[in-house]
């Protein structure tokens, strides 16, 4: 083992919080929902029990209705904005912890089936119970979505905010978001400006059409029905389609290894559904995967990572993937390391900006495991050295700039952490 892995495990070990994981100190003092389920699969790679953990203090914050919030707020912490009283969701899961009151990529299904695959290779049948809870719940999530994010059925799911994207403040969602106001009843108190430059972060105007979009969920009580009318920001996104189908087709393997043939069956329905969606959001003149504005009608054209995030979920034909080839490579022409989150030749291009530039070790994990699954290994293995080169010059930070290769963002970052682990497994 080298000292750079051992260096991975212990940023996991300095933000296990007991149980879970926080993405990093003081920035994000709470458990994300996407970030866990990535940290889970680095933990896979040296401690099972830990991995499985993970994933269970996570569905501890998982709503009455299926819904996984982005936010698990196990603890008080004072280091972030906007914490449980901006959100005040307590009356829509009975229980404790308090959550924030929107989802994230449902990458949980695809780190079950990771963690699980890893346990049976070490003849842990012990970790069968558990399995199923987990199964059960990643399920119920899935359900959650193609209700509450399909309701008008065109087999892709919707975001109804920046943040749930997991991509904040990416120039694709600068129209739509245009269109939100910022007013906002709530005194804004920013508190990531203290740990991380404001030149890579969100500007306040972002911040305000932020809290102004929870403002409004909020006045609805986190209705999920009310929320889709009232909804000022509505976007069905490829990127979290991709994953949702992704992690339908891992639980689908999962639902097989435990025989459980209705789960199948239904699994089966949603991962058809979500596949003809993602279809049609080719565009052969962009060369890559186009979300869909629900407000204005129209394609979002944004050159973004997200072009590039559905390879994790289907089979390109040979025009495709030769398109894509060449689009990737053009991205990364000049770059210290790819894949830039926009592309450089776009004008929204930032190379530091968080969502508007940099590059994320996750997101180049995905596209890395894309690229595999439709028979670009070479070009997958070019991005995951670069990757794993980036990570150990300029250490485990949250993201990093494609031009210098300078790390960016919060320092000691689980998920960076959990993808050097992985891409090295
Ligand atoms: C933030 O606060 O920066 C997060 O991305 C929201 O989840």
């Known amino acids: 083992m080298s000292d750079i892995t051992d260096a991975a495990r212990a940023i996991l070990a300095f933000n296990d919080r007991g149980g879970y994981t926080v993405p990093t100190d003081a920035l994000y003092p709470f458990q994300w929902n996407w970030d866990s389920a990535f940290v889970s699969m680095g933990f896979a790679t040296f401690n099972i029990d830990r991995a499985y953990q993970e994933l269970e203090r996570l569905i501890e914050g998982q709503w009455d209705d299926g819904m996984l919030p982005h936010i698990v707020f196990h603890v008080p912490s004072d280091t972030y904005f906007p914490g449980p009283d901006v959100w005040n969701t307590h009356h829509r899961h009975h229980k404790k912890p308090t959550t924030s009151g929107i989802t994230q990529p449902p990458v949980f299904g695809m780190a079950?089936?990771?963690?699980?695959?890893?346990?049976?290779?070490?003849?842990?049948?012990?970790?069968?119970?558990?399995?199923?809870?987990?199964?059960?719940?990643?399920?119920?999530?899935?359900?959650?979505?193609?209700?509450?994010?399909?309701?008008?059925?065109r087999g892709l799911v919707a975001i109804l905010h920046p943040w749930e994207s997991g991509s904040d403040n990416s120039?694709?969602?600068?129209?739509?978001?245009?269109?939100?106001?910022?007013?906002?009843?709530?005194?804004?108190?920013?508190q990531d400006t203290k740990?991380?430059?404001?030149?890579?972060?969100?500007?306040?105007?972002?911040?305000?059409?932020?809290?102004?979009?929870?403002?409004?969920?909020?006045?609805?009580?986190?209705?999920?029905?009310?929320?889709?009318?009232?909804?000022?920001?509505?976007?069905?996104?490829v990127q979290m389609t991709a994953i949702l189908a992704r992690a339908t087709a891992d639980l689908i393997w999962i639902a097989s290894h435990l025989n459980l043939l209705d789960e199948i069956n239904e699994l089966s329905t949603i991962h058809r559904i979500l596949l003809d969606g993602l279809r049609g959001r080719w565009r052969n003149n962009l060369r890559g995967f186009v979300s869909l504005d629900l407000i204005s009608g129209k394609d979002i054209q944004k050159p973004t990572q997200a072009y590039f995030i559905p390879l994790i979920?289907?089979?390109?034909?040979?025009?495709?993937?030769?398109?894509?080839?060449?689009?990737?490579?053009?991205?990364?022409?000049?770059?210290?390391?790819?894949?830039?989150?926009?592309?450089?030749?776009?004008?929204?291009?930032?190379?530091?900006?968080?969502?508007?530039?940099?590059?994320?070790?996750?997101?180049?994990?995905?596209?890395?495991?894309?690229?595999?699954?439709?028979?670009?290994?070479?070009?997958?293995?070019?991005i995951e050295g670069n990757t794993i080169n980036a990570i150990e010059r300029a250490g485990f930070c949250e993201y990093f700039d494609p031009i210098t290769g300078e790390g960016l963002g919060g320092n000691s970052f689980s998920w960076t952490a959990a993808a050097y682990l992985v891409l090295r497994h």
């Open 171 to 190: 120039p694709a969602w600068d129209e739509a978001l245009a269109r939100v106001s910022t007013i906002t009843k709530t005194e804004i108190c920013r």
């Open 112 to 153: 079950l089936r990771y963690i699980y695959e890893i346990a049976l290779t070490e003849g842990r049948e012990d970790v069968l119970a558990r399995t199923r809870l987990l199964f059960h719940a990643a399920l119920r999530s899935h359900r959650w979505w193609m209700k509450v994010r399909d309701p008008e059925k």
């Open 195 to 237: 740990h991380v430059s404001a030149a890579m972060r969100p500007h306040h105007a972002d911040y305000q059409r932020f809290i102004h979009l929870v403002e409004v969920y909020r006045e609805c009580k986190w209705d999920p029905v009310k929320q889709w009318s009232a909804a000022p920001f509505k976007v069905a996104d």
């Open 313 to 382: 979920a289907i089979e390109l034909d040979t025009y495709q993937r030769e398109a894509v080839q060449d689009e990737i490579e053009r991205w990364c022409n000049g770059m210290i390391v790819g894949v830039p989150s926009t592309a450089p030749f776009s004008s929204d291009f930032e190379s530091k900006r968080y969502w508007r530039g940099p590059v994320w070790a996750v997101i180049n994990w995905l596209i890395v495991d894309g690229l595999c699954k439709n028979h670009l290994a070479e070009l997958a293995a070019i």
